[in-house]
């Protein structure tokens, strides 16, 4: 058990589907963030939330649309997503901080049809 | 521009041998760096840490070290065991402007595998 679970693991929608994400964390973090994992690319930070407050949108688009009600969960919001939006999305947690690691949950992977 | 990448992509070792993963970055502005382990079908595992301030630490058959002159990170595994095959992801952080959080930039990782 790594602390950080997210739901569902597996996750097949077509394009004009809504669907959601959901991360929980039980670490006692502040910080939360998501991930995705294509392959053949280096993990790409996609969201940061300290304290519920949004403080990183990486250039995301607008159908990925995050959610922070509190500090122990995340939740990503995804609809008219495209083909290449198929990955693995993990989702984070750690210390507000200089310095503090991040702890993964085991990540949900999306097919998008 | 900014980089975080390893200079190989797969790694074979018997087990038993001991196993050295590398990694370089490119940013002198990075201050704290961390190994991380990714196995088939689960998130990547925080495995160890180090700041900018250290050339060396140790964990648990795990050895990190890193010089900043070169900008090279290296993980050693000792007596490598084949449940530590997996994807090995270096990354750095470094403060981002104002915000107390640091920055994750992962490496694409290498491959390890460990033969019985």
């Known amino acids: 058990e790594t602390g950080v679970t997210q739901t569902p693991r597996h996750l097949v929608m077509g394009m004009t589907n809504k669907k959601s994400l959901k991360c929980e964390q039980h670490?006692?973090?502040?910080?939360m963030y998501w991930y995705k994992q294509s392959a053949k690319k280096p993990l790409e930070l996609m969201f940061v939330y300290n304290f519920k407050e949004q403080t990183e949108n990486n250039s995301v688009p607008s159908r990925f649309s995050p959610e922070c009600p509190n500090s122990s969960h995340l939740f990503l919001h995804l609809h008219t997503l495209q083909p290449e939006d198929s990955a693995l999305y993990l989702c984070?947690?750690?210390?507000?901080?200089?310095?503090?690691?991040?702890?993964f949950g085991d990540g949900t992977r999306l097919s998008i049809l | 521009g900014e980089s975080v990448g390893l200079h190989l992509p797969t790694l074979s070792v018997q087990e038993g041998d001991n196993s050295i993963i590398n990694c370089a970055y490119s940013n002198s502005a990075s201050d704290y760096f961390i190994w991380y382990k990714q196995e088939s079908g689960k998130g990547p595992q925080f495995i160890i840490d180090?700041?900018?301030?250290?050339d060396k630490r140790q964990g648990q058959r795990v050895t990190v070290l890193l010089n900043k002159t070169v900008k090279h990170l290296s993980l050693q595994i000792a007596a490598t065991q084949p449940g530590d095959s997996a994807v090995y992801f270096c990354a750095e952080t470094r403060q981002s402007g104002g915000t107390s959080y640091g920055k994750l930039t992962f490496g694409q990782g290498t491959i390890l595998t460990v033969h019985p």
């Open positions: 670490l006692g973090h502040n910080a």
């Open positions: 984070a947690s750690s210390q507000v901080g200089r310095n503090q690691p991040q702890h």
């Open positions: 180090i700041r900018s301030n250290m």
